[in-house]
Antibody
Framework: QVQLQESGPGLVKTSETLSLTCAVS??????????WNWLRESPGKGLEWIGY???????NYNVSLKSRVTISVDTSKNQLSLKVTSLTAADTAIYYC????????????WGQGTLVTVSS | EVVVTQSPATLSVSPGERATLSCRAS??????LAWYLRIPGQAPRLLIY???TRATGIPARFSGSGSGTEFTLTISSLQSEDFAVYYC??????????FGQGTKLEIK
């Protein structure tokens, strides 16, 4: 059974860059059968999909965040990464990594999430 | 973008009773709807996909129905661990797979 675990700083400053990682065990980020995603949850917006990475090199991002987001994979460490630039208070949220089976597009496995607070 | 609306925002039900949660899509999504359980401090859990198929390990008290634009999640006999937040997600138009705003199921 695949397990995902997010990690990163709990507090970041306004205008800075957020970097999060997601360690994957029991499965491989190199599998072509899955998309590896980042999502976030905030009180004002609920759950929001941020983007995905596929081992083919394909990425796709939410248009509302596209200019500020990069998702990548380190196959040697079997982990997923997220970078979000130019942070504002609106980026305060619980950030999740999640797996979606290719051609199915619902999220069958999630990490527990990591709370990120953006403050000046 | 498909807009997904959940109702009610909060539902108060007694343990052992039935709970019915609703999810509406702004356009037809066929059966491309999933339901998730969100317990604070835990990983969100997939409950239902394809509008009515229970995910692996999900108890039979959870059932999903509907197609097109109207969907329902029914929990037949509420257990203590069921009181949490529930999200629906459409994946007919993906990406993005848009979510509803959530329904908080609380103990009456």
């Amino acid at each position: 059974q695949v397990q995902l675990q997010e990690s990163g700083p709990g507090l970041v400053k306004t205008s800075e860059t957020l970097s999060l990682t997601c360690a994957v065990s029991g499965g491989s980020v190199s599998s072509g059968n899955y998309y590896w995603n980042w999502l976030r949850e905030s009180p004002g917006k609920g759950l929001e999909w941020i983007g995905y990475f596929h081992v083919s090199g394909a990425t796709n991002y939410n248009v509302s965040l596209k200019s500020r987001v990069t998702i990548s994979v380190d196959t040697s460490k079997n982990q997923l990464s997220l970078k979000v630039t130019s942070l504002t208070a609106a980026d305060t949220a619980i950030y999740y990594c999640a797996r979606a089976a290719a051609a199915l597009y619902y999220f069958d496995s999630w990490g527990q999430g990591t709370l990120v607070t953006v403050s000046s | 973008e498909v807009v997904v609306t959940q109702s009610p925002a909060t539902l108060s039900v007694s343990p052992g009773e039935r709970a019915t949660l609703s999810c509406r899509a702004s356009q037809s999504i066929g059966s491309h709807l999933a339901w998730y359980l969100r317990i604070p401090g835990q990983a969100p859990r997939l409950l239902i996909y394809g509008a009515s198929t229970r995910a692996t390990g999900i108890p039979a008290r959870f059932s999903g129905s509907g197609s097109g634009t109207e969907f329902t999640l029914t929990i037949s006999s509420l257990q203590s661990e069921d009181f949490a937040v529930y999200y629906c997600q459409q994946y007919s138009n993906w990406p993005p797979g848009t979510f509803g705003q959530g329904t908080k199921l609380e103990i009456k």
